[in-house]
């Protein structure tokens, strides 16, 4: 396997998809828990220093949905792990680098059109 190391600081080894799974994602809900899992670790990795509070809330609501042990809900965390064969915990602790607090920007104020042709 190739070391691989992303611009994001995320490094390890290359793990692909088909390594997880004998084929492709079997069936319709194999391929949604995989979707959710990775929309999951995407919110991780690119919102939390945003200035936009909608998606430092969606950051926060991930995080709290990557820390929680609930195994109520169908596409909790650790449920969507265990449905695809990978360890929770490993790869929540693989995750908690992105988790750490972010220097966090001020909101920046949106501007529409309307507001640009009302000033100038």
Known sequence: MAHLTTATGFSGEAILPV??????????????????????????????ASPRLRKRRIFTETVAWLLSDDLSWPFSFVNACQGLGIDAGWLRARMLPHVAPHPVPPEVPRTTHFAQAAAG
């Open 19 to 48: 390594q997880f799974f004998p084929g492709p994602l079997a069936s319709p809900e194999m391929r949604l828990l995989f979707a959710v899992l990775e929309d999951g670790l995407h919110v991780l990795r690119r919102y939390g």
